[in-house]
């Protein structure tokens, strides 16, 4: 969402819920550019994805070097349990 004064971008780095969607290794990197050109909030999404389910690294985010302004987090954080988390920079703070 975005207009004059306001702007926010939020995006699942591999879409899980989606049927296992894989952004180009170049995507977000080229997408969180011009949104930090602009000042627009980036936030990514990591209930299904994080804490290692990758794999290869703990956050998704990691996979395509970029780190967002806001993370939100779950599922694997409760072990079943209903819990989530949000984590964000100290200017959003």
Not at 31 to 42: A, H, T
Not at 43 to 50: N, R, S, W
Request: glycine letters at 12%; one cysteine or more; aromatic letters at 12%.
């Amino acid at each position: 969402m975005i207009d004059e004064k306001d702007g926010a971008f939020i995006g699942e780095y591999m879409l899980s819920c989606g049927g296992q969607v894989i952004p180009p290794a170049n995507f977000y990197q080229e997408i969180y550019e011009v949104l930090r050109e602009k000042k627009i909030v980036c936030i990514g999404d990591e209930v299904q994805t994080g804490f290692g389910r990758l794999g290869e690294t703990f956050w998704a985010f990691e996979h395509y070097n970029v780190v967002p302004d806001i993370l939100t987090i779950g599922k694997a954080m409760g072990n079943g349990f209903p819990v989530a988390a949000v984590i964000c920079t100290k200017e959003i703070a």
